[in-house]
Protein backbone atom coordinates (compact mmCIF):
# COMPACT_ATOMS: atom_id res chain seq x y z
CA UNK A 1 0.00 0.00 0.00
CA UNK A 2 1.12 3.54 -0.83
CA UNK A 3 2.42 5.88 1.74
CA UNK A 4 0.35 8.63 0.97
CA UNK A 5 -2.78 10.73 2.14
CA UNK A 6 -5.39 9.35 0.05
CA UNK A 7 -6.35 5.89 -0.88
CA UNK A 8 -8.43 3.86 -3.23
CA UNK A 9 -10.63 1.49 -2.13
CA UNK A 10 -12.68 -1.15 -3.63
CA UNK A 11 -16.40 -0.51 -3.26
CA UNK A 12 -18.79 -3.34 -3.41
CA UNK A 13 -22.52 -2.12 -2.45
CA UNK A 14 -23.74 -5.86 -2.81
CA UNK A 15 -27.52 -6.74 -2.58
CA UNK A 16 -30.76 -6.32 -1.54
CA UNK A 17 -30.40 -3.17 0.82
CA UNK A 18 -26.51 -3.44 0.40
CA UNK A 19 -26.92 -0.66 -2.31
CA UNK A 20 -28.82 2.10 -0.09
CA UNK A 21 -26.68 1.59 3.13
CA UNK A 22 -23.76 1.86 0.94
CA UNK A 23 -24.66 5.17 -0.31
CA UNK A 24 -25.29 6.41 3.08
CA UNK A 25 -22.31 5.19 4.38
CA UNK A 26 -20.48 6.91 1.20
CA UNK A 27 -22.29 10.72 2.06
CA UNK A 28 -21.14 10.48 5.66
CA UNK A 29 -17.61 9.64 4.71
CA UNK A 30 -17.61 12.36 2.30
CA UNK A 31 -19.21 14.84 4.91
CA UNK A 32 -16.62 13.91 7.00
CA UNK A 33 -13.36 14.68 4.88
CA UNK A 34 -12.88 11.27 3.74
CA UNK A 35 -10.51 11.48 0.75
CA UNK A 36 -10.68 7.67 0.00
CA UNK A 37 -11.17 7.16 -4.56
CA UNK A 38 -13.73 4.42 -4.66
CA UNK A 39 -13.45 2.15 -7.07
CA UNK A 40 -16.98 0.12 -7.49
CA UNK A 41 -17.14 -3.30 -8.04
CA UNK A 42 -19.88 -6.24 -8.17
CA UNK A 43 -20.73 -9.86 -6.12
CA UNK A 44 -23.24 -11.87 -4.89
CA UNK A 45 -26.63 -11.57 -7.23
CA UNK A 46 -25.77 -7.90 -8.59
CA UNK A 47 -22.93 -10.01 -10.15
CA UNK A 48 -24.84 -12.72 -11.40
CA UNK A 49 -27.58 -10.45 -12.64
CA UNK A 50 -24.77 -8.65 -14.70
CA UNK A 51 -23.94 -11.91 -16.27
CA UNK A 52 -20.89 -12.42 -14.30
CA UNK A 53 -19.85 -15.29 -11.33
CA UNK A 54 -21.01 -14.61 -8.38
CA UNK A 55 -17.63 -13.25 -7.32
CA UNK A 56 -16.38 -12.00 -10.38
CA UNK A 57 -12.53 -12.17 -11.26
CA UNK A 58 -12.56 -8.72 -11.67
CA UNK A 59 -13.56 -7.94 -8.23
CA UNK A 60 -10.76 -10.03 -6.31
CA UNK A 61 -8.32 -8.72 -8.60
CA UNK A 62 -9.35 -5.07 -7.64
CA UNK A 63 -8.87 -5.85 -4.12
CA UNK A 64 -5.69 -7.29 -4.99
CA UNK A 65 -4.40 -4.11 -6.87
CA UNK A 66 -6.03 -1.80 -3.62
CA UNK A 67 -5.52 -3.29 -0.98
CA UNK A 68 -8.69 -2.69 1.07
CA UNK A 69 -12.59 -3.19 0.10
CA UNK A 70 -15.57 -2.11 1.93
CA UNK A 71 -18.42 -4.39 1.35
CA UNK A 72 -22.00 -4.27 1.42
CA UNK A 73 -24.58 -7.16 2.29
CA UNK A 74 -23.69 -10.09 -0.64
CA UNK A 75 -26.75 -12.93 -1.16
CA UNK A 76 -25.17 -16.17 -2.69
CA UNK A 77 -28.11 -17.84 -3.99
CA UNK A 78 -28.70 -21.49 -1.85
CA UNK A 79 -28.53 -25.08 -3.29
CA UNK A 80 -27.79 -23.79 -6.43
CA UNK A 81 -24.32 -25.00 -6.30
CA UNK A 82 -22.97 -21.40 -5.62
CA UNK A 83 -19.75 -20.97 -3.26
CA UNK A 84 -20.22 -18.92 -0.65
CA UNK A 85 -19.13 -14.91 -1.86
CA UNK A 86 -17.50 -14.36 1.88
CA UNK A 87 -15.92 -17.93 1.98
CA UNK A 88 -14.66 -17.27 -2.03
CA UNK A 89 -12.97 -13.67 -0.80
CA UNK A 90 -11.57 -15.18 2.92
CA UNK A 91 -9.74 -17.94 0.84
CA UNK A 92 -8.34 -16.37 -2.27
CA UNK A 93 -7.22 -12.78 -0.61
CA UNK A 94 -5.93 -15.29 2.66
CA UNK A 95 -8.13 -13.33 4.91
CA UNK A 96 -7.17 -15.07 8.04
CA UNK A 97 -8.39 -12.92 10.84
CA UNK A 98 -12.33 -11.98 11.41
CA UNK A 99 -12.49 -9.29 13.46
CA UNK A 100 -15.88 -7.86 15.28
CA UNK A 101 -15.70 -5.19 17.68
CA UNK A 102 -18.80 -5.89 20.04
CA UNK A 103 -19.73 -2.59 22.16
CA UNK A 104 -22.76 -1.04 23.75
CA UNK A 105 -24.49 1.92 21.84
CA UNK A 106 -25.76 4.95 23.42
CA UNK A 107 -30.07 5.05 23.16
CA UNK A 108 -29.50 1.36 22.33
CA UNK A 109 -31.24 -0.38 25.49
CA UNK A 110 -30.18 -3.97 25.85
CA UNK A 111 -30.07 -6.35 29.01
CA UNK A 112 -26.51 -5.03 29.49
CA UNK A 113 -24.68 -1.52 29.20
CA UNK A 114 -21.13 -2.45 29.74
CA UNK A 115 -20.36 -4.39 27.21
CA UNK A 116 -17.16 -3.84 25.15
CA UNK A 117 -15.55 -7.01 23.65
CA UNK A 118 -13.63 -7.89 20.16
CA UNK A 119 -13.84 -11.34 18.96
CA UNK A 120 -11.05 -12.46 16.89
CA UNK A 121 -11.59 -16.22 14.52
CA UNK A 122 -9.96 -17.86 12.65
CA UNK A 123 -10.69 -17.02 9.30
CA UNK A 124 -9.68 -19.80 6.60
CA UNK A 125 -9.66 -23.49 8.46
CA UNK A 126 -11.85 -26.09 10.78
CA UNK A 127 -15.01 -26.94 9.82
CA UNK A 128 -15.60 -24.30 7.20
CA UNK A 129 -13.09 -25.70 4.99
CA UNK A 130 -15.93 -27.20 3.08
CA UNK A 131 -13.68 -30.87 2.95
CA UNK A 132 -16.78 -33.17 3.52
CA UNK A 133 -17.73 -36.36 1.49
CA UNK A 134 -20.76 -39.79 1.81
CA UNK A 135 -19.09 -42.37 3.07
CA UNK A 136 -21.93 -44.60 2.05
CA UNK A 137 -25.20 -43.76 1.43
CA UNK A 138 -27.21 -42.56 4.01
CA UNK A 139 -23.84 -41.53 5.86
CA UNK A 140 -21.74 -38.44 5.29
CA UNK A 141 -18.58 -37.03 6.85
CA UNK A 142 -17.26 -33.19 7.44
CA UNK A 143 -13.50 -32.87 8.06
CA UNK A 144 -12.46 -30.29 10.40
CA UNK A 145 -8.85 -28.91 9.74
CA UNK A 146 -6.54 -27.44 12.07
CA UNK A 147 -2.71 -26.36 11.10
CA UNK A 148 -0.18 -25.23 13.37
CA UNK A 149 0.32 -22.61 10.74
CA UNK A 150 -3.16 -20.84 10.95
CA UNK A 151 -3.30 -21.84 14.34
CA UNK A 152 0.00 -19.85 15.12
CA UNK A 153 -1.04 -16.66 13.46
CA UNK A 154 -4.09 -16.34 14.40
CA UNK A 155 -2.87 -16.45 17.81
CA UNK A 156 -0.20 -14.11 17.22
CA UNK A 157 -2.98 -11.64 15.81
CA UNK A 158 -5.03 -11.77 18.90
CA UNK A 159 -1.80 -10.99 21.37
CA UNK A 160 -0.57 -8.21 19.27
CA UNK A 161 -3.94 -6.81 18.86
CA UNK A 162 -4.18 -6.84 22.04
CA UNK A 163 -1.69 -5.28 23.08
CA UNK A 164 -1.18 -2.92 20.75
CA UNK A 165 -4.81 -1.81 21.05
CA UNK A 166 -4.39 -1.93 25.27
CA UNK A 167 -6.80 -4.04 25.51
CA UNK A 168 -6.84 -6.15 28.91
CA UNK A 169 -6.98 -9.80 28.49
CA UNK A 170 -7.21 -12.69 25.73
CA UNK A 171 -9.53 -15.75 26.19
CA UNK A 172 -9.14 -18.72 24.19
CA UNK A 173 -12.68 -20.84 23.92
CA UNK A 174 -12.02 -24.06 22.57
CA UNK A 175 -13.69 -27.89 23.26
CA UNK A 176 -10.32 -29.64 23.63
CA UNK A 177 -11.67 -31.65 26.28
CA UNK A 178 -13.64 -33.52 23.10
CA UNK A 179 -11.18 -32.35 19.99
CA UNK A 180 -8.32 -33.29 21.71
CA UNK A 181 -6.04 -33.26 18.17
CA UNK A 182 -8.01 -30.31 16.19
CA UNK A 183 -9.34 -28.00 19.57
CA UNK A 184 -5.67 -29.32 21.01
CA UNK A 185 -3.70 -27.69 18.49
CA UNK A 186 -5.42 -24.69 18.60
CA UNK A 187 -4.54 -24.19 22.80
CA UNK A 188 -1.56 -25.61 22.17
CA UNK A 189 0.03 -22.72 19.65
CA UNK A 190 -1.77 -19.94 21.59
CA UNK A 191 -0.50 -20.95 24.98
CA UNK A 192 2.98 -21.21 22.75
CA UNK A 193 2.73 -17.76 21.33
CA UNK A 194 1.36 -16.16 24.91
CA UNK A 195 4.75 -18.15 26.39
CA UNK A 196 7.44 -17.18 23.50
CA UNK A 197 6.45 -13.58 22.44
CA UNK A 198 3.38 -12.12 24.87
CA UNK A 199 4.02 -13.29 28.64
CA UNK A 200 2.78 -9.36 29.37
CA UNK A 201 -0.54 -9.93 27.94
CA UNK A 202 -2.99 -11.37 30.14
CA UNK A 203 -4.21 -15.01 29.18
CA UNK A 204 -6.62 -17.74 30.01
CA UNK A 205 -9.08 -20.40 28.37
CA UNK A 206 -12.18 -21.48 28.38
CA UNK A 207 -14.02 -24.50 27.45
CA UNK A 208 -16.64 -23.05 24.75
CA UNK A 209 -20.37 -24.33 26.49
CA UNK A 210 -19.17 -22.62 29.74
CA UNK A 211 -17.66 -19.79 28.06
CA UNK A 212 -21.30 -19.30 26.85
CA UNK A 213 -22.78 -19.30 29.56
CA UNK A 214 -20.65 -17.17 31.62
CA UNK A 215 -20.78 -14.59 28.46
CA UNK A 216 -24.27 -14.34 28.43
CA UNK A 217 -24.19 -14.07 32.38
CA UNK A 218 -21.88 -11.66 32.60
CA UNK A 219 -19.97 -10.30 29.23
CA UNK A 220 -18.25 -7.60 31.55
CA UNK A 221 -15.95 -10.72 32.64
CA UNK A 222 -14.19 -10.87 29.38
CA UNK A 223 -12.55 -8.60 27.11
CA UNK A 224 -10.75 -10.23 23.97
CA UNK A 225 -12.18 -13.33 22.49
CA UNK A 226 -9.85 -15.77 20.09
CA UNK A 227 -11.41 -19.24 18.94
CA UNK A 228 -11.69 -21.28 15.31
CA UNK A 229 -13.62 -20.68 12.73
CA UNK A 230 -16.91 -22.30 13.53
CA UNK A 231 -17.35 -20.89 17.06
CA UNK A 232 -16.13 -17.46 16.29
CA UNK A 233 -18.82 -17.53 13.53
CA UNK A 234 -21.79 -18.35 16.59
CA UNK A 235 -20.28 -16.44 19.26
CA UNK A 236 -19.56 -13.34 17.22
CA UNK A 237 -23.26 -13.02 16.59
CA UNK A 238 -24.21 -14.23 20.32
CA UNK A 239 -22.22 -10.94 21.14
CA UNK A 240 -23.85 -9.14 19.03
CA UNK A 241 -27.13 -9.79 20.71
CA UNK A 242 -26.17 -8.85 23.66
CA UNK A 243 -25.95 -4.89 22.32
CA UNK A 244 -28.55 -5.00 19.67
CA UNK A 245 -27.81 -7.15 17.04
CA UNK A 246 -26.17 -7.52 13.91
CA UNK A 247 -27.25 -4.03 12.81
CA UNK A 248 -25.34 -2.43 15.32
CA UNK A 249 -21.80 -4.51 14.66
CA UNK A 250 -19.32 -3.97 12.63
CA UNK A 251 -16.68 -6.58 10.67
CA UNK A 252 -13.32 -7.09 9.04
CA UNK A 253 -11.69 -9.46 7.48
CA UNK A 254 -7.88 -8.97 7.86
CA UNK A 255 -5.00 -10.74 5.89
CA UNK A 256 -1.12 -9.79 5.82
CA UNK A 257 -1.67 -7.65 3.01
CA UNK A 258 -5.58 -7.26 1.94
CA UNK A 259 -8.58 -6.28 4.33
CA UNK A 260 -12.13 -6.68 3.41
CA UNK A 261 -14.54 -4.46 5.84
CA UNK A 262 -18.10 -5.59 5.99
CA UNK A 263 -21.84 -5.13 7.34
CA UNK A 264 -22.04 -8.66 8.45
CA UNK A 265 -26.04 -8.55 8.35
CA UNK A 266 -27.80 -10.07 5.70
CA UNK A 267 -29.42 -7.95 2.61
CA UNK A 268 -32.81 -8.24 4.02
CA UNK A 269 -34.70 -8.82 0.25
CA UNK A 270 -38.09 -8.20 2.60
CA UNK A 271 -37.33 -4.21 3.18
CA UNK A 272 -35.17 -3.75 -0.07
CA UNK A 273 -36.00 -0.44 -1.85
CA UNK A 274 -38.19 0.82 0.68
CA UNK A 275 -35.14 3.58 2.30
CA UNK A 276 -35.53 2.05 5.97
CA UNK A 277 -32.72 -0.21 6.50
CA UNK A 278 -30.29 0.67 9.10
CA UNK A 279 -26.49 1.99 7.79
CA UNK A 280 -24.59 1.60 11.31
CA UNK A 281 -23.02 -1.45 10.82
CA UNK A 282 -21.73 -0.71 7.33
CA UNK A 283 -20.83 2.75 8.89
CA UNK A 284 -18.79 1.49 11.71
CA UNK A 285 -17.10 -1.16 9.61
CA UNK A 286 -16.04 1.81 7.18
CA UNK A 287 -15.04 3.74 10.55
CA UNK A 288 -12.78 0.34 10.91
CA UNK A 289 -11.52 0.82 7.59
CA UNK A 290 -10.43 3.98 8.07
CA UNK A 291 -8.21 3.23 11.18
CA UNK A 292 -6.86 0.37 9.28
CA UNK A 293 -5.43 2.77 6.20
CA UNK A 294 -4.16 4.63 9.30
CA UNK A 295 -2.19 1.99 10.61
CA UNK A 296 -1.18 0.27 7.16
CA UNK A 297 -0.67 2.98 5.03
CA UNK A 298 -0.34 6.12 6.36
CA UNK A 299 -3.48 7.70 5.31
CA UNK A 300 -2.65 10.75 7.39
CA UNK A 301 -6.46 12.27 7.33
CA UNK A 302 -7.94 8.61 7.87
CA UNK A 303 -8.16 8.34 11.83
CA UNK A 304 -9.16 11.55 12.47
CA UNK A 305 -11.79 11.19 9.96
CA UNK A 306 -13.05 8.13 11.74
CA UNK A 307 -13.06 9.56 15.43
CA UNK A 308 -15.58 12.36 13.81
CA UNK A 309 -17.78 9.65 12.63
CA UNK A 310 -17.79 7.75 15.47
CA UNK A 311 -18.51 10.88 17.34
CA UNK A 312 -21.10 11.43 14.87
CA UNK A 313 -23.28 8.50 15.32
CA UNK A 314 -22.49 7.88 19.04
CA UNK A 315 -24.33 11.62 20.11
CA UNK A 316 -27.20 10.69 17.09
CA UNK A 317 -27.97 7.46 18.78
CA UNK A 318 -27.92 9.04 22.17
CA UNK A 319 -30.17 11.96 21.11
CA UNK A 320 -32.75 9.61 19.81
CA UNK A 321 -31.87 9.24 16.20
CA UNK A 322 -32.81 5.66 15.15
CA UNK A 323 -34.02 3.95 12.25
CA UNK A 324 -36.67 1.33 12.85
CA UNK A 325 -34.97 -1.85 13.86
CA UNK A 326 -34.12 0.34 16.83
CA UNK A 327 -37.27 1.62 17.55
CA UNK A 328 -37.13 4.90 15.79
CA UNK A 329 -38.68 6.11 13.01
CA UNK A 330 -35.91 7.59 10.66
CA UNK A 331 -35.29 6.62 7.36
CA UNK A 332 -31.62 4.95 5.97
CA UNK A 333 -31.44 8.77 5.10
CA UNK A 334 -32.40 10.70 7.65
CA UNK A 335 -30.37 8.76 9.87
CA UNK A 336 -27.36 9.57 7.45
CA UNK A 337 -28.44 12.88 8.10
CA UNK A 338 -28.37 12.83 11.81
CA UNK A 339 -24.82 11.42 11.85
CA UNK A 340 -23.51 14.59 9.42
CA UNK A 341 -25.12 16.81 11.28
CA UNK A 342 -23.17 16.06 14.55
CA UNK A 343 -19.93 15.34 12.85
CA UNK A 344 -18.08 18.33 13.95
CA UNK A 345 -19.51 18.11 17.93
Known sequence: MSNTSSKTAVLIPGDGIGPEVTAAVKRVLEKAGSDINWVEHKAGIAALDA???VLPEETTDAILEHGVALKGPCTTPVGKGFSSVNVQLRKKLSLYAAVRPVRSLPGVKTRFDNVDLVIIRENTEGLYSGVENEVTPGVV????VATEKGCTRIADYAFDYCQKRERKKVTAFHKANIMKLTDGLFLKCAQ??????????????????????RLVQDPSKFDMLLMENLYGDVVSDLCAGLVGGLGVVPGANIGTDHAVFEAVHGSAPDIAGKGVANPLALLMSAVMMLNHLADTCGCTNSSETAEKIKH????ALADGCK????????????FADAVIERLNG
Open 312 to 315: GYNT
Open 323 to 334: TGDLGGDLSTEQ
Open 141 to 144: MSMK
Open 51 to 53: GKE
Open 192 to 213: KVHEEKYQDVPYDSLIIDAACM
